[in-house]
C-alpha cells in the first residue's frame, strides 16, 4: 500500500482538522500528502449509522469521501496555522461504487487535486478495500472561509 503504511493523524486527533463529530465521523486515519494526493482511511464499524446489513452504505461511501477531502484541508489550513475552513459538497460526477464493504473492512482512499480555483476544488478519488477497488468518481467542494 505504500503511502498507507505510516499514519500521521488517528483517532481523537482528527477531529483538530475537521468539522465532523460521531455518529457520522467517517475518516479515522490520515496518512499525508504527496504532490497533488491526499490518503486518508476508515476501519467500518459494524454500529456506524452508514452500516446497513454488515456493510457499509452507498451514502456511507459518499460521506467518507467527502470527509477525505476535508482532511487533506484540514491538514493544509492546520499547517498555516489558519481556522479549519467548513467545506460542502458542490457536485458528484462520474461516481462509480463497485462494491459495498463489509464492517471490519479498513478502507484506503486518495484524493487527487485536479484544479483548484477560489474556494473550489476538483478531485478524483478511489476508495479501496484492501486491494478491492471500493469506489471511483469526481468531487467539487467549496469551502466557505466564513468570508
Not at 457499509?56 to 499547517?79: K, N
Not at 496555522?81 to 461504487?97: D, E
Request: proline share 4%.
Amino acid at each position: 500500500m505504500g503511502i498507507f503504511t505510516k499514519t500521521l493523524i488517528e483517532g481523537e486527533e482528527i477531529k483538530d482538522y475537521i468539522p465532523q463529530r460521531e455518529p457520522v465521523l467517517m475518516v479515522d486515519a490520515f496518512y499525508g500528502i504527496d504532490d497533488n494526493k491526499s490518503f486518508s482511511g476508515l476501519m467500518i464499524k459494524k454500529e456506524s449509522v452508514f452500516t446497513e446489513n454488515g456493510f457499509l452504505s452507498e451514502a456511507g461511501i459518499i460521506e467518507h469521501i467527502a470527509q477525505s477531502c476535508a482532511i487533506r484541508i484540514g491538514y493544509l489550513y492546520r499547517r498555516k496555522q489558519l481556522p479549519i475552513p467548513t467545506g460542502y459538497i458542490a457536485a458528484i460526477k462520474n461516481l462509480k461504487i463497485m462494491t459495498l464493504p463489509e464492517a471490519g473492512q479498513q478502507l484506503f482512499t486518495t484524493v487527487t487535486v485536479l484544479q483548484e480555483v477560489f474556494d473550489i476544488t476538483l478531485v478524483s478519488v478511489e476508495v479501496k478495500a484492501n486491494r478491492t477497488p471500493v469506489a471511483m468518481g469526481e468531487m467539487k467542494i467549496f469551502v466557505s472561509n466564513g468570508k
